[in-house]
């Protein structure tokens, strides 16, 4: 069976740090394009990190030097360290890759950065 499960989130307060963790399982392995996507309620999901299979990094605008994608291969995990969190970064935080021509989601981990 083909998962992606999120961990990591919780409260924490503005300023503060989290690292969300998105363990693969079945067919999926980290060494491909690795995505995380933020979310809030009534609002699209808004990629925020992705690692290529060659290493290379891409982040939106808005995390740029606070939030670093990371990967583990032997555990097939891939991570995303926040830090200096802001109350914007309030919301559902989802991995995802695609698997031939289907994107996977996790089920997603709710962070809330309180001000």
């Known amino acids: 069976q083909v998962q992606l499960v999120e961990s990591g989130g919780g409260l924490v307060q503005a300023g503060g740090s989290l690292r969300l963790s998105c363990a693969a399982s079945g067919s999926i392995s980290v060494r491909k394009t690795m995505d995380w996507y933020h979310q809030t309620p009534g609002k699209q999901r808004d990629l925020v990190a992705s690692?290529?299979?060659?290493?290379?990094?891409n982040y939106a605008d808005s995390v740029k030097g606070r939030f670093t994608i990371s990967r583990d291969n032997a555990k097939n995990t891939v991570y995303l360290q926040m830090n200096s969190l802001k109350p914007e970064d309030t919301g559902v935080y989802y991995c995802s890759t695609y698997l031939g021509l289907r994107r996977y989601w996790g089920q997603g981990t709710q962070v809330t950065v309180s001000s």
């Open positions: 690692t290529t299979s060659g290493g290379s990094t």
